[in-house]
């Protein structure tokens, strides 16, 4: 099977709704030949990441969390101060990320999509 190339351009798109989009192709859902243990052989191009558009109040409430493994390790960063330090890119890439089944997959499969 040869490898497909999916070009999105995310100029005025919704962040969730393109997340959910990038989602099922990095799958290979759209695919007739989808398995849920195989890795699709697809690329997603996302152009224009930092054109999203992002309703309501998500800037300032949004918040993302993770834990260090250590006591008192919990990290806590609003989508504001994701944006100001990483940018849109790394936004959208958490909410693919998200969107993703958590398995063994999961990681092998993000690494197909190329935001530019």
Known sequence: MAKQTYTIDATNRPLGRLAVEVAIILRGKNNPAFALNKEADVFVNVKNVGKISLSGKKMKQKTYVHHTGYPGGLRKA????????????????????????????????????IIE
């Open 78 to 113: 609003t989508m504001e101060e994701v944006v100001a330090k990483k940018g849109l890119a790394e936004v959208f890439r958490k909410a693919v990320w998200g969107m993703l089944p958590a398995n063994k997959l999961r990681s092998k499969v993000i690494k197909r999509l």
